[in-house]
């Protein structure tokens, strides 16, 4: 009788403890609240491909100003004649550039949902991106200029337990640029910045950007 009285306690004693451990585990599962921003308030990372730096900050309940600054390349190649010869001749630049960008995340429930990542602003957004490539740092003979982007741009942003951070967006916006040569050239993240013809040069592109590096802070 003492035998099973005793078996009976440890039997409880075990169900007990596998209850509380459930309710442990299920308090520590994150439930979508409509009223609670999930975004962080600043976030820093470094970037390798553009290399450079970004800073994104928490400016609304869903939406951050994105900034970046950095080098990217400049692939050209012109095309010139001269007294019906043709000259064709390839060119490698270094652009500085800068970066702004407005975001609005969306889709933290489903991520959420799903018990997917949703720290340091890991989600979609729909947002407007303005990029700037300065003249080339290398270019003495100033052949070529600068070129400007502006438009609306869909992207997303990950960031992993290792730090390593992802941030693509691509869109279709206004694009406008300028040369002196005969010249046709795509930045890093596929932007036209110079056109065929000698001197400015507008009109719509796709746009986007693209960086790939590290996060700056906690984990």
Not at 54 to 74: C, D, H, P, V, W
Not at 130 to 148: Q, R
């Amino acid at each position: 009788m003492n035998k099973n009285l005793l078996l009976t306690f440890l039997f409880l004693v075990i169900a007990g403890v596998t209850v509380n451990a459930n309710t442990v585990i299920d308090s520590a599962k994150t439930t979508f609240n409509p009223d609670t921003s999930y975004l962080q308030k600043n976030f820093i990372s470094l970037n390798l491909i553009l290399p450079g730096i970004s800073f994104e900050r928490k400016i609304g309940k869903n939406s951050t100003l994105y900034t970046a600054t950095g080098i990217t390349g400049t692939f050209i190649k012109n095309d010139i004649r001269t007294g019906g010869e043709r000259i064709v001749t390839t060119q490698t630049f270094v652009n500085p550039f800068i970066e702004i960008n407005y975001r609005n995340y969306y889709n933290f429930e489903k991520r959420i949902e799903k018990d997917k990542n949703i720290k340091h602003n890991s989600a979609n957004y729909f947002g407007v991106l303005g990029s700037y490539i300065f003249s080339p740092i290398n270019d003495k003979n100033g052949a070529v200029k600068n070129s400007l982007n502006l438009g609306p741009v869909w992207g997303f942003q990950r960031v992993y337990e290792s730090g390593f951070y992802l941030d693509l967006n691509m869109g279709l916006g206004y694009n406008r640029a300028n040369a002196s040569l005969n010249t046709l050239a795509f930045d890093m993240s596929g932007n036209p910045t110079y056109y065929q013809e000698p001197g400015n040069y507008s009109g719509i592109n796709l746009i986007g950007m693209f960086h790939l590096g590290f996060y700056i802070g906690e984990k």
